[in-house]
């Protein structure tokens, strides 16, 4: 069984940086090479919303307008890991973000199969 878990959210002031990361387990070996891994975000009670993708190779990303320029996603196969590195932050990011994967490639979360619990990210002053 596929286990995705999200680390590295906390409360940072407007402006300020967090890293996300996900590991995931629970597949065979190069498994991660051929899954695309996302990150969106959710409020409780609210949709799942799309923050950015990353292939399984690494070589092809996608964003949200909204996080353009401010977020980079990124993934380390050896350690079945994918990050999503968040500058600048507004206090409009606030919301728990949640890694997912995928065996297509696309910005809509019905695409994926597979969830973690999620890590909160609170941005204000």
């Known amino acids: 069984q596929v286990q995705l878990v999200e680390s590295g959210g906390g409360s940072v002031q407007p402006g300020g940086s967090l890293r996300l990361s996900c590991t995931a387990s629970g597949a065979g070996l190069n498994y991660w090479n051929y899954h695309s891994l996302g990150w969106f975000r959710q409020a409780p009670g609210k949709?799942?919303?799309?923050?950015?993708?990353?292939?399984?190779?690494?070589?092809?990303?996608e964003y949200a307008d909204s996080v353009k320029g401010r977020f980079t996603i990124s993934r380390d196969n050896a350690k079945n890991t994918v990050y999503l590195q968040m500058n600048d932050l507004k206090p409009e990011d606030t919301d728990s973000y949640h890694c997912?994967?995928?065996?297509?490639?696309?910005?809509?979360?019905?695409?994926?199969?597979?969830w973690g619990q999620g890590t909160q990210v609170t941005v204000s002053s």
């Open positions: 997912a994967q995928t065996a297509g490639w696309g910005i809509n979360p019905i695409f994926y199969e597979f």
């Open positions: 949709e799942r919303i799309f923050v950015a993708t990353i292939s399984g190779s690494g070589r092809d990303t």
